[in-house]
Antibody, heavy 125, light 106 residues
């Protein structure tokens, strides 16, 4: 059974930093892209970032480019999202989501077939 | 690429046929996915690549379209289908979602 477990969410002040983790199990981790998707309170879904299976390809939403960095440790079956220079509008539930396309590990031309339960990031003074 | 869903909300009864549309600001071939989200829960994949039904999803859900115009259809709405639905393009980065369509009980 595929499982994705996010952790690291917290209350942080504007300008602060936070690192989220997404621990995966139940599939051959390095064969699949992993993405971060967020949802601000009462709002819709926003894709944040994605990383290919080997970690060579990384992409970001314009709203987080230059502030957030995605990485993965395939020996630990874990993806990370380093968030710096946090702003009020980064407040959201952050979900990690697995790419669903077998034999293809890029975030693009793909879909999100499994999601974690989410971790809450609150940016406030 | 901007994704525009319509309507943003709708009221329907059990047994109704429901159609949600999604329009892309440029062609995305068939790289269009649909998700369902219930309050307090993570999204759930319904349809991928415009028309492929995800394993385990009831056959009353179907998707169609290519290029810029896409449709999600629920052939006979069930009580468990009251939720918010999102389209998402994966043609190119940054990946983008539509604004969502909330389906509630009439």
């Amino acid at each position: 059974e595929v499982q994705l477990l996010e952790s690291g969410g917290a209350l942080v002040q504007p300008g602060g930093s936070l690192r989220l983790s997404c621990a995966a199990s139940g599939f051959t981790f390095n064969n699949y892209a992993i993405n971060w998707v967020r949802q601000a309170p009462g709002k819709g879904l926003e894709w944040v970032s994605g990383i290919s299976g080997a970690g060579a390809s990384k992409n970001y939403a314009d709203s987080v480019k230059g502030r957030f960095a995605i990485s993965r440790d395939n020996s630990k079956n874990t993806v990370y999202l380093q968030m710096n220079s946090l702003r009020d509008d980064d407040t959201a539930i952050y979900y990690c989501a697995k790419g669903g396309r077998d034999g293809y590990s890029q975030p693009e031309r793909n879909w999100f077939d499994s999601w974690g339960q989410g971790t809450l990031v609150t940016v406030s003074s | 690429i901007q994704m525009t869903q319509s309507p943003s909300s709708l009221s329907a009864s059990v047994g109704d046929r429901v159609t949600i549309t999604c329009r892309a600001s440029q062609t995305i071939s068939s790289y269009l996915n649909w998700y369902q989200q219930k309050p307090g829960k993570a999204p759930y994949l319904l349809i991928y690549a415009a028309s492929s039904l995800q394993s385990g999803v009831p056959s009353r859900f179907s998707g169609s379209g290519s290029g810029t115009d896409f449709t999600l259809t629920i052939s006979s709405l069930q009580p468990e289908d009251f939720a918010t639905y999102y389209c998402q393009q994966s043609f190119s980065s940054p990946l983008t979602f539509g604004g969502g369509t909330k389906v509630d009980i009439k």
